[in-house]
């Protein structure tokens, strides 16, 4: 059992960035792939990144590529989610996820409990 608590979200102005956290309890966490989803009201549940276990390969939608930046932590089991030039469709709850095989990573089985990124005009 992995749990994951992400952290760090919140309003901000277009334009504006923000970083996400999210902390896994388990020890061996450290192992497992790691990926960011959200999911804006009355849409379906949208693909953000993902990052493998070594941090050493990533992947990202391709409407967010130059914009959000996905990194790792292991030895404080956090991943992160850096947003720049947020644009109002941006807005969503933001959930982490693991996997443990990268191939998985577009269903993972372990879900955080989302964190809320609001951006205003």
């Known amino acids: 059992q992995v749990m994951l608590v992400e952290s760090g979200g919140g309003s901000v102005q277009v334009g504006g960035s923000l970083r996400l956290s999210c902390t896994a309890s388990a020890h061996t966490s450290t192992t497992y792939t790691m990926a960011w989803f959200r999911q804006a009201p009355g849409k379906e549940r949208e693909f953000v990144a993902v990052i493998d276990w070594s941090g050493g390969l990533t992947d990202y939608a391709d409407s967010l590529k130059g914009r959000f930046t996905i990194s790792r932590h292991n030895a404080k089991n956090t991943v992160y989610l850096q947003m720049n030039s947020l644009k109002p469709e941006d807005t969503a709850v933001y959930y982490c996820?693991?996997?443990?095989?990268?191939?998985?990573?577009?269903?993972?089985?372990?879900w955080g409990q989302g964190t809320q990124v609001t951006v205003s005009s």
């Open positions: 996820a693991a996997t443990y095989y990268y191939r998985n990573h577009r269903n993972p089985e372990y």
